[in-house]
Every structure is written in structure tokens, then in C-alpha cells.
């Protein structure tokens, strides 16, 4: 599994969000930011690809 949490991110924020990949991981975030936080990740090439630096490699999530 794949992980992104906002805060390791540098938002105060607990959200994590988990996906098989990257790809559905960063589309999780995208939803989320924009009805979170207010920001269109998608409408950012540099933001979205700052996010998807941010994903890791969690063998914890279910
Ligand atoms: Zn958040």
C-alpha cells in the first residue's frame, strides 16, 4: 500500500490517505484537499507533484 498523510505535508492536519498506488493515492488527496483545505491540487502541476513526493510506502494500511 501507498500512504499520504497531510501533515508530512506540512498542514496541520491528521488526514492520511491510502491507495494500491501511487496514482489512486494522489487522487485521494486531490478530493481531499479540495473539500478540506479549499486547494485544487489538480489545477497545480507543482503542488500535485510536491504531494505525490510526499506518498510512501505503507505496509501497515489495510
Ligand atoms: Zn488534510
Not at 505525490?52 to 489495510?62: E, L
Amino acid at each position: 500500500m501507498k500512504s499520504f498523510e497531510c501533515q508530512h505535508a506540512g498542514v496541520v492536519c491528521s488526514a492520511k490517505v491510502s491507495g494500491e498506488t501511487e496514482e489512486e493515492v494522489l487522487a485521494k488527496a486531490v478530493e481531499h484537499a479540495r473539500a478540506v483545505h479549499g486547494v485544487d491540487l489538480s489545477r497545480s502541476t507543482t503542488l500535485a507533484n510536491y504531494a505525490r513526493s510526499r506518498i510512501y510506502d505503507d505496509p501497515g494500511a489495510s
